[in-house]
């Protein structure tokens, strides 16, 4: 089990996201769980998954991510947390973004700006446990079909990587998920791409990840990591006609 497991808080941020929820009923068993996210709404279906899981209490938070000033506050309010899920982010609208700055500015401060800023704040208040992060193979090699979303996880999973190495010997860990496509509410409408995993995949190998002990990095599912390896290498004239 995670080393935060059995005592200690879990931070679910983000708390509608399905691949939160899902780690979040694996490592709930005998914990209390904050479930933060902006206005309630929703959220008393997660609530009845968690205690059926076994965990001994939840509550909520009132969370904007956007808001970077209140995120030292929340964690607090949160109590001794052991386990946090930075499940938070949009896709955002690429076609828009191209056009309107606004646009790109609020994928870039979701998926980039405020998880760096809460990111910067759990290794800060937490003295052990771990910590799960989200990247994406978006990020691996910016594509013309989403090159707003994909350069925030390239930012974000070079600020992990950085992280890691901070956090080494520390007794706090992070482990950072890099999934192909996830099938799930954000996803919706859209067709799957080669290698696509489903919420629950992506929970059990981070969770399983976590039970090791120490910071790291996985694919999802495994067999990405080849994929990733030959889209470096793939020529910009072919690259830039890719699809989502």
């Known amino acids: 089990m995670p080393s935060g497991s059995g005592q200690g808080t ?34 008393q279906d997660v609530e009845k998954r968690l205690l059926a899981a076994g965990a001994a209490a939840v509550r909520t938070l009132d969370f904007d ?31 828009l973004a191209e056009r309107d700055e606004r646009e790109a500015a609020r994928i870039a401060t979701v998926d980039y700006l405020a998880q760096v800023s809460m990111l910067t704040v759990l290794a800060d208040e937490m003295t052990r446990g771990e ?14 079909a989403n090159y707003v979303y994909g350069s925030t996880k390239a930012g ?13 010997g520390s007794g706090l860990n992070l482990i950072l998920a890099r999934p192909g496509f996830v099938i799930g509410k954000m996803t919706q409408g859209m067709t799957p791409a080669v290698m696509s995993v489903t919420p629950d995949v992506v929970a059990d190998v ?39």
């Open 65 to 95: 991510a956007t808001d970077v000033d209140s995120h030292r506050r929340i964690v607090r309010e949160a109590g001794e947390v052991t386990t946090a899920i930075v499940a938070f982010g949009i896709l955002g609208d690429q076609e």
């Open 10 to 43: 879990v931070l679910l941020l983000g708390a509608r996201s399905d691949i939160g929820g899902e780690i979040a009923a694996r490592v709930c068993q005998g914990r209390e769980v904050v479930l933060a996210a902006r206005g309630n709404g929703g959220l």
């Open 206 to 244: 981070v969770v399983e990840a976590a039970a090791r002990g120490k910071s790291a990095t996985v694919w999802i599912p495994r067999r990405l990591a080849v994929l990733a390896a030959i889209m470096r290498v793939v020529p910009r004239p072919v690259w830039r006609h890719m699809p989502r």
């Open 131 to 144: 910590i799960y992060a989200f990247s994406s193979i978006a990020g691996w090699r910016a594509r013309r």
């Open 156 to 168: 974000l999973d070079a600020f992990c990587q950085g992280l890691m190495d901070r956090l080494h």
